[in-house]
C-alpha cells in the first residue's frame, strides 16, 4: 500500500525498506522473463538478446502480445500452453521467472542496508548463474555472454564499488588497516579470478593426463574465474567446496539412478545377479556425465550472498 501513497511516489522508498523489497522483488520476476530469453538465446547462434525484438512461439512462429508475456501469471492462466497452436510452453518458464524473483529478493534481503551499488552487482551476478545453469543443463556447455561477460564485468564492478571486497584477505593486506579503495578492491578481484581459474585449469588438466580426456569444461575454468573476481579469494575457495560436496552427492545419486534403470531392465529379461557387474560398469559410465556448471553457480550463489555465514559451516573456514 505504501508504495501508492502520494509522498511515497515523490521519494522512492528507502533501499533497506520493506516497500523497496517488494518492488526489487518484482523487478527480478520481470528479469526471470528475460533471462528465459538468454537462456534460450545464448546457445544458438542466429539469434541474440536484440534479435528478434519480440519473442514468438517456436510452434506457430506467432509473435507474443504483451498479456502473454506477464511472469508466471501468463503461463498459468493459459495452463502451460501456447494461445495460437496450443504447443504445450515448457515449466522451466515460469521456474526461471520464480527464481528471478527468489534471486533479486534474497539479494536485497542480504545486502547492507541502503548499498545499492553491492544489491545491483548480486542481482545481476545471480542472474548470470541462473542463466549458466539452464543452458549448462540443456547444452552441457557455459555461454560466454556469461563467463567471459562475467571476467570483464567484474573488475569494473570491484572498481566501481569497492566495497564488494570489504573483507577480502588480499584487499585487507593492501589497505593495511585503512578502508578498501578501490585499487585494494581490483587486487581482490583479480586474485580471486586467478585463483578460482588457475585451480580448476590445474585440476583439468591433470585429469585430461590421467583419463586421457577432457575431464573439465573450459567453460566451467572461465565460469569460476568469473566468479572469483566477485567473491574474491576467500569467497573462491569456498565456492569451490560446496561445489564439489554438492556435486557428488548428486553424482552419487544420478549413478544409483542408472544403475536402478539397467537393473530394472535386466529384471525383466530375467537376467537375475549375473547382470549386476554390467549394471555397475553401466551406470558408472553414463551416470558420470553431469555438468559441473550448476554446482560452481550454486557456491558462487551461495557465498557471493551470505559468505561468512556459509563459511563456518565448511571444515576449512575461517
Ligand atoms: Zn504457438
Known amino acids: ?36 530469453v538468454c537462456i534460450h538465446r ?13 519473442s514468438h512461439c517456436p510452434g506457430c512462429e506467432r509473435q507474443l502480445e504483451w498479456v502473454e508475456n506477464i511472469p508466471v501469471l501468463s503461463w498459468l492462466y493459459q495452463r502451460g500452453k ?8 515448457h515449466w522451466r518458464y515460469p521456474l526461471v521467472e520464480i527464481l528471478g524473483a527468489a534471486a533479486f529478493y534474497l539479494a536485497w534481503y542480504m545486502a547492507p ?15 548470470g548463474l541462473i542463466v549458466a545453469t539452464f543452458v549448462d543443463f540443456d547444452r552441457y556447455e557455459i555461454p560466454d555472454q556469461v563467463s567471459i561477460g562475467g571476467m570483464w564485468a567484474a573488475p569494473v564492478a570491484s572498481a566501481l564499488v569497492p566495497a564488494l571486497h570489504a573483507s577480502g584477505p588480499v584487499a585487507l593486506a593492501m589497505a593495511g588497516g585503512g578502508s578498501v579503495d578501490w585499487v585494494a578492491a581490483l587486487a581482490e578481484c583479480a586474485a ?17 593426463r590421467i583419463y586421457k580426456a577432457e575431464a573439465m569444461g573450459f567453460g566451467d575454468v572461465k565460469l569460476i574465474a568469473a566468479g572469483g573476481g566477485f567473491i574474491g579469494t576467500q569467497g ?24 536402478h534403470v539397467v537393473r530394472t531392465r535386466q529384471r525383466r529379461r530375467r537376467l537375475g545377479n549375473r547382470g549386476i557387474p554390467e549394471a555397475i560398469r553401466t551406470a558408472r559410465a553414463v551416470g ?13 550463489g551461495i557465498v557471493l550472498l551470505d559468505w561468512k555465514d556459509v563459511l563456518t559451516l565448511l571444515p576449512f573456514g575461517h
Open 1 to 36: 500500500m505504501a508504495l501508492l501513497e502520494p509522498s511515497a511516489l515523490l521519494a522512492f522508498p528507502p533501499v533497506g525498506s520493506a516497500p523497496f523489497g517488494v518492488f526489487w522483488t518484482l523487478v527480478g520476476l520481470f528479469v526471470g522473463s528475460f533471462l528465459n
Open 113 to 127: 542496508a541502503e548499498d545499492l551499488g553491492i544489491l545491483l552487482i548480486h542481482s545481476t551476478v545471480l542472474s
Open 82 to 89: 501456447c494461445r495460437g497452436c496450443k504447443m504445450g510452453i
Open 42 to 54: 545464448f546457445p544458438l547462434e542466429d539469434q541474440s538478446i536484440f534479435k528478434p525484438v519480440r
Open 236 to 259: 573462491v575457495v569456498g565456492a569451490l567446496i560446496i561445489a564439489v560436496v554438492v556435486a557428488s552427492i548428486f553424482g552419487v545419486l544420478n549413478i544409483l539412478r542408472f544403475y
Open 192 to 208: 580471486g579470478m586467478a585463483l578460482g581459474g588457475g585451480f580448476l585449469y590445474g585440476v583439468g588438466w591433470i585429469g585430461t
Open 288 to 300: 558420470r556425465y553431469l555438468p559441473f556448471g550448476p554446482y560452481l553457480a550454486l557456491g558462487i
